[in-house]
């Protein structure tokens, strides 16, 4: 027994459930299981926890927050469409709630700083993260936090317990072999992020289906997920392999460069070099031609790690999700 009253945090405690949920379950909110109302009633009994009515008149009139932090600080993040989607999917199932959705860049130190006093002052009751890199501060962070968290996407060297990702590797062992069917025997990849883990589980698949089709898959170059890395990694691409027939470039924004440099080289797609991307956003149906591409349930990743992130705030345990992928067939390929 405690000498004093049992505090919110200590019910939370006992329950094995966040600030937040304890505080739904005695507002009597939505979006609370059943199983997580059980054990929050149960630690109240248990604890002799008596709810102050002005706080709880506070807490009624106040909404609950989940954070997404993304590893990034480009200010040219916003115009990328593959980001734009992932929120406009988590936006959409917060709407259905009573939460309010905080976003926080956090790759630099301040970031970072940032990110860790947003978690310590409890003004959020879940954590989303997307685009980690290899170690990233932002995954300690949050697991020190205590808070539930959710993956957009598995970290390069760790697999977490609750995440939502893509079958890159699947995804991009099907642009390659769709290559392969087409008859491209000189067959070169643009990769991107060698810290981050989709893009190495693409490349795998890529070399996985150049393998056994007993084709080489040394025609190699580096972007860095934008359409001008992607413009520069195709022109060395061209300067080091100038008899390329095919090229799997590892997003739809460096696919876009690519075929710009195409273009200026005076190669026709896909009569000289046939090209396919990854992602199926918006930009991919309005190159010149349209763009081949492994379609990504790009919306979907930020709907369900949303949701899992829910589930988890309501003492559920969901299980983690591998979405699926497909080949889009287009003019470039």
Same mark, same amino acid.
């Given at each position: 027994?405690?000498?004093r009253p049992?505090?919110l945090?200590?019910?939370?405690?006992?329950?094995?459930?966040?600030?937040?949920?304890?505080?739904?379950?005695?507002?009597?909110?939505?979006?609370v299981?059943?199983?997580?109302?059980?054990?929050?009633?149960r630690?109240?009994?248990?604890?002799?926890?008596?709810?102050?009515?002005?706080? +709880?008149?506070? *807490?009624? /009139?106040?909404?609950?927050? #989940?954070v @997404?932090?993304?590893?990034? %600080?480009?200010?040219? !993040?916003?115009?990328?469409?593959?980001?734009?989607?992932?929120?406009?999917?988590?936006?959409?199932?917060?709407e259905?709630?009573?939460?309010?959705?905080?976003?926080?860049?956090?790759?630099?130190?301040?970031?970072?700083?940032?990110?860790? +006093?947003?978690l *310590?002052? /409890?003004?959020?009751?879940? #954590?989303? @993260?997307?685009?980690?890199? %290899?170690?990233?501060? !932002?995954?300690?962070?949050?697991?020190?936090?205590?808070?539930?968290?959710v993956?957009?996407?598995?970290?390069?060297?760790?697999t977490?317990?609750?995440?939502?990702?893509?079958?890159?590797?699947?995804g991009?062992?099907?642009?390659?072999?769709?290559?392969?069917?087409?008859?491209?025997?000189?067959?070169?990849?643009?990769?991107?992020g060698?810290?981050?883990?989709?893009?190495?589980?693409?490349?795998?698949?890529?070399?996985?289906?150049l393998?056994?089709a007993?084709?080489?898959?040394?025609?190699?170059?580096?972007?860095?997920?934008?359409?001008?890395?992607?413009?520069?990694?195709?022109?060395?691409?061209?300067?080091?392999?100038?008899?390329?027939?095919?090229?799997?470039?590892?997003?739809?924004?460096?696919?876009a460069?690519?075929?710009?440099?195409?273009?200026?080289?005076?190669?026709?797609?896909?009569?000289?070099?046939?090209?396919?991307?990854?992602?199926d956003?918006?930009?991919?149906?309005?190159?010149?031609?349209?763009?081949?591409?492994?379609?990504?349930?790009?919306?979907?990743?930020?709907r369900?790690?949303?949701?899992?992130?829910i589930r988890?705030?309501?003492g559920?345990e969901?299980?983690?999700?591998?979405?699926?992928?497909?080949?889009?067939?287009?003019?470039?390929?």
């Open positions: 027994m405690i000498g049992p505090t945090d200590e019910v939370a405690q006992r329950a094995g459930v966040s600030t937040g949920t304890v505080s739904r379950v005695l507002n009597n909110a939505q979006h299981s059943q199983r997580a109302r059980q054990a929050v009633e630690a109240v009994e248990e604890l002799g926890y008596v709810p102050n009515t002005a706080a +709880r008149s506070l *807490a009624a /009139r106040r909404r609950g927050a #989940v @997404l932090a993304i590893s990034s %600080e480009d200010p040219a !993040l916003f115009a990328n469409l593959f980001f734009a989607e992932v929120i406009t999917g988590v936006n959409a199932v917060i259905e709630t009573d939460l309010q959705l905080l976003l926080v860049l956090a790759a630099s130190q301040r970031g970072q700083d940032r990110f860790g +006093r947003v *310590a002052s /409890r003004a959020t009751d879940g #954590v989303l @993260l997307l685009a980690l890199r %290899e170690r990233d501060p !932002l995954a300690r962070l949050a697991a020190d936090s205590g808070l539930p968290v993956f957009g996407g598995q970290p390069l060297g760790h977490p317990r609750f995440y939502v990702d893509a079958d890159n590797r699947g991009a062992r099907l642009a390659a072999e769709h290559l392969i069917s087409l008859g491209r025997t000189r067959i070169a990849t643009i990769t991107a060698t810290d981050q883990q989709a893009a190495q589980a693409r490349h795998l698949g890529f070399r996985e289906a393998a056994l007993g084709l080489p898959a040394d025609r190699l170059a580096h972007g860095d997920f934008t359409e001008a890395g992607g413009a520069a990694a195709m022109a060395a691409l061209l300067a080091g392999h100038p008899d390329l027939d095919a090229v799997f470039v590892a997003s739809d924004e460096m696919a460069g690519a075929l710009t440099v195409l273009r200026e080289h005076g190669r026709r797609v896909p009569e000289d070099v046939a090209v396919v991307g990854f992602n956003i918006v930009t991919a149906q309005h190159t010149q031609p349209a763009l081949t591409t492994v379609r990504q349930p790009i919306e979907a990743l930020g369900e790690m949303t949701r899992m992130l988890l705030m309501n559920e969901p299980t983690s999700l591998i979405l699926p992928t497909e080949l889009i067939r287009r003019a470039s390929a």
